[in-house]
């Protein structure tokens, strides 16, 4: 069954969001305009939160994710490592899809 996470008015264009407790089994969420990517909170390389403070997941540009703990960015869209310690690694992507507004989890059985 899909689950409700947010609405898409709730995170900030361009921005992020985060959800549960901060820690690797956290998840956030990433707009660009109508765009939304729902990523585990954990860098493939340092395996800690990307974040060193709530919501804080973007480079002042907002244009790559951003992990506080060795600054390897990743690519919006994709997840993509694009500079640091881990090339070729990417963010786990969590199957989501924006629906009337809203950002839903998509179920396994899907």
Same mark, same amino acid.
């Given at each position: 069954?899909?689950?409700?996470?947010?609405a898409?008015?709730?995170?900030?264009?361009?921005?992020?969001?985060?959800?549960?407790?901060?820690?690797?089994?956290?998840?956030f969420a990433? #707009?660009?305009?109508?765009?939304?990517?729902?990523?585990?909170? #954990?860098?493939?390389?340092?395996?800690?939160?990307?974040? $060193?403070?709530?919501n804080?997941?973007?480079?002042?540009?907002?244009?790559?994710?951003?992990?506080?703990?060795?600054?390897?960015m990743?690519?919006?869209d994709?997840?993509?490592?694009?500079?640091?310690?881990?090339?070729?690694?990417a963010?786990?992507r969590?199957?989501?899809e924006? #629906?009337?507004?809203?950002v $839903? !989890? !998509?179920s396994?059985?899907r």
């Open positions: 069954m899909d689950s409700f996470l947010c898409v008015a709730d995170i900030p264009d361009p921005g992020a969001l985060g959800f549960g407790d901060g820690g690797t089994s956290s998840l990433v #707009r660009q305009g109508d765009s939304v990517h729902v990523y585990r909170n #954990r860098c493939p390389h340092a395996h800690a939160p990307l974040n $060193w403070m709530p804080r997941f973007l480079t002042r540009d907002k244009r790559h994710i951003i992990c506080s703990a060795h600054g390897a990743f690519e919006i994709s997840g993509a490592c694009v500079a640091g310690p881990c090339p070729g690694q963010l786990d969590v199957a989501s924006v #629906r009337g507004g809203e $839903w !989890l !998509l396994a059985t």
